[in-house]
Nanobody, 125 residues
Framework: QVQLVESGGGLVQAGGSLRLSCAVS????????MGWFRQAPGKEREFVAA????????YYADSVKGRFTISRDNAKNTVALQMNSLKPEDTAVYYC??????????????????WGQGTQVTVSS
């Protein structure tokens, strides 16, 4: 069974930074990528960023390009999300997820099989 545990959320002022981490345990041989999604109150869960296990290719939502950086450590089975220049609209619960091997639609949450419990990020203005 695959388990994911996120950490690093918190409260920060606009313009500040936070680093989220996701530790993955269990068999992930059928996975080709990891992703971060977020969900604000009353809104759909949306794609933030993804990274492939094989070559580290990265993908970002337009709203976070240039501000967020996703990275992975294959040896430790961890994925991180460095968030800089945070804005109040980045406030949400952030989830990491394991993507099934297959189509390269990294923004499509239906392609992700396992999810963490989420970590709250709050950006004050």
């Amino acid at each position: 069974q695959v388990q994911l545990v996120e950490s690093g959320g918190g409260l920060v002022q606009a313009g500040g930074s936070l680093r989220l981490s996701c530790a993955v345990s269990g068999r992930t041989l059928s996975s080709d990528a990891m992703g971060w999604f977020r969900q604000a109150p009353g809104k759909e869960r949306e794609f933030v960023a993804a990274i492939t296990w094989r070559d580290g290719s990265t993908y970002y939502a337009d709203s976070v390009k240039g501000r967020f950086t996703i990275s992975r450590d294959n040896a430790k089975n961890t994925v991180a999300l460095q968030m800089n220049s945070l804005k109040p609209e980045d406030t949400a619960v952030y989830y990491c997820a394991v993507k099934r091997y297959g189509r390269s639609y990294y923004f499509d949450r239906s392609l992700y099989s396992y999810w963490g419990q989420g970590t709250q990020v709050t950006v004050s203005s």
